[in-house]
């Protein structure tokens, strides 16, 4: 079974610049999440969606980040415009079953942003 | 307010001692705790999680973890560590009283086991 799947790896980009990370969950998976870690600190949580619906979404900053899953399966996250600030990992996990508390999410390997 | 703590930034240990990463939440509900190790340049991969029942849990890789309700603990546990267990451990929480069942992650505890 293929794991959670996240492009491009690696982002370098210019302040100012847009930029937009793309994911495709397990498949089946109902939940997926966008998580952002600095460096040597834990995930913290961007977004959730529950199939299309976004259903936590507090934690992102509406002003210039946003995110869509377009029929309830991949999912983006743009920047637009990407400070210097934003330089992180961007990660995206899923989990089975919308609404569930103990379900596993299961995490793909990243994407590495550097803002210059 | 909910948290969670990984007291240790750094555990070292020697190949074949036992190793230990601590874990502890703040009490809110009921929790359902889970372990994820990370490698360089990779994501969180799953370890093992408690949810209810048997307070000792075994997971992947000959890591197990205890449930400790009375001190809030879920301390991670490998009876005899390898140089590959070398990596970044987080716990992470959710608590049955949050209904948006968000992650709480600790910081991290960077585990460094020598030859």
């Known amino acids: 079974e293929a794991g959670v799947v996240q492009s491009p790896r690696y982002k370098i980009i210019e302040k100012k610049q847009p930029v937009a990370f793309w994911c495709n969950p397990i498949?089946?998976?109902?939940?997926l999440y966008w998580y952002l870690q600095n460096l040597g600190q834990g995930p913290e949580l961007l977004i959730r969606y529950e199939n299309e619906e976004a259903v936590d979404d507090s934690q992102l900053p509406k002003d210039r980040f946003s995110a869509e899953r377009l029929k309830g399966v991949d999912s983006t996250l743009k920047i637009q415009p990407a400070e210097l600030g934003d330089s992180a990992v961007y990660l995206c996990?899923?989990?089975?079953?919308?609404?569930?508390?103990?379900?596993?999410?299961?995490f793909g390997p990243g994407t590495r942003l550097t803002v210059l | 307010a909910q948290s969670v703590a990984q007291p240790e930034d750094q555990v070292n240990v020697a190949e074949g001692n036992p190793l230990t990463v601590k874990c502890t939440y703040s009490?809110?509900?009921?929790?359902?705790l889970f372990w994820y190790v990370q490698y360089p340049n990779r994501g969180l991969q799953f370890l093992l999680k408690y949810i209810t029942g048997d307070n000792l849990v075994k997971g992947s890789y000959g890591f197990e973890a205890e449930f400790n309700k009375s001190q809030t603990s879920f301390h991670l546990k490998k009876p005899s560590a390898l140089v590959s267990d070398s990596a970044l451990y987080f716990c992470?929480?959710?608590?049955?009283?949050?209904?948006?069942?968000?992650?709480?992650f600790g910081a991290g505890t960077q585990v460094v086991v020598t030859p």
């Open positions: 996990a899923s989990s089975l079953r919308s609404g569930s508390l103990t379900d596993t999410q299961y």
């Open positions: 498949s089946g998976h109902n939940t």
């Open positions: 992470a929480v959710r608590w049955e009283t949050d209904s948006w069942g968000k992650f709480q």
């Open positions: 009490v809110s509900g009921n929790p359902y």
